[in-house]
């Protein structure tokens, strides 16, 4: 998928989840973390960022593109360990909600750049 294609869909399918995130957020308040935003602004930058990172990757070299692939994926899955790590740290008390809301958002944004950038790869192939 052309970058130009996939931040396109990345912006439309970011403004449906949090179009979403809001719903549940008038329905369900107590489903909502106070520190969704944050978490949501976080996971979506990084999730741009590591695309953009693979997508370089599979353009300077497609015959290890699935190695480019991987280690954005271990770099975003690093800085998001990271991320819960500090939180937990100034964090007191054990908070649930902001587990399943990180968690729920990081496997999301995580399917979305996979699926885009399997299809750079399935572009390759013939």
Excluded: C
Excluded at 19 to 39: E, N, R, V, Y
Excluded at 64 to 74: D, H, K, P, Q, R
Excluded at 95 to 105: I, K
């Amino acid at each position: 998928m052309a970058l130009r294609k996939f931040t396109i869909a990345y912006l439309l399918y970011t403004f449906v989840l949090a179009g979403f995130a809001l719903a549940i957020k008038q329905f369900f308040p107590l489903a909502i973390t106070d520190q969704f935003w944050l978490i949501f602004g976080f996971i979506s930058g990084l999730t741009f960022i590591a695309y953009l990172l693979a997508y370089m990757g599979i353009k300077r070299n497609p015959q290890i593109g699935v190695f480019a692939i991987l280690g954005s994926v271990i770099i975003k899955m690093l800085f998001a360990m990271s991320f819960v790590l500090i939180y937990s740290l100034k964090q007191t008390k054990g908070d649930m909600a902001f587990a399943l809301n990180f968690f729920s958002l990081y496997l999301l944004f995580t399917l979305f750049e996979i699926l885009g950038l399997l299809r750079n790869l399935r572009h390759q192939n013939k």
